[in-house]
């Protein structure tokens, strides 16, 4: 198992606002620059799934594992012999709402996968968290 996290403390935007901000996927490529398109197939919600191209590969189809509205949610995309969780915590806290992102890859080729897909996603986390924080505060 191969895991990284990101947080970070902010008072400039409400859970309320970066929930709606991260819940309205077909819109991430509006303010995440590593998205050319991403697709929810129904509701945001718990056995629901989306698509996502990153830019500069394939569509991905990626599965809502777990949605608590507000809080919390985790998504698993499949790869051959490796899953990919990405989990998304937004907690109130005393000093500001706490953004927290964990991606985590698991399986027999999840060092493959590690290289060729996550490596990106967590080097470019940091700054996904801030473009998401200065988008959802002009909501």
């Known amino acids: 198992m191969i ?14 606002q970066i929930w709606k901000l991260i819940s309205d996927i077909d819109n991430w490529k509006s303010w995440d620059t590593g998205v050319t398109s991403s697709q929810l197939h129904g509701r945001f919600e718990t056995g629901q799934h989306f698509t996502l191209q990153p830019q500069g590969g394939p569509k991905v189809r990626i599965q809502l594992e777990e949605v608590r509205a507000n809080e919390y949610f985790r998504d698993l995309t499949r ?7 990405g989990e ?3 907690e109130v806290t005393p000093e500001g709402l706490k953004l927290t992102v964990t991606m985590t890859m698991k399986g027999l080729l999840a060092p493959l996968w590690n290289k060729i897909v996550m490596k990106n996603i967590v080097a470019g986390m940091e700054e996904d968290v801030q473009r998401q924080i200065e988008a959802a505060g002009k909501l």
């Open 79 to 85: 790869f051959p012999l490796a899953k990919m969780y």
């Open 3 to 16: 895991q990284h996290s990101y947080s970070l403390t902010t008072t400039a935007v409400t859970q309320a």
């Open 88 to 90: 998304h915590w937004y």
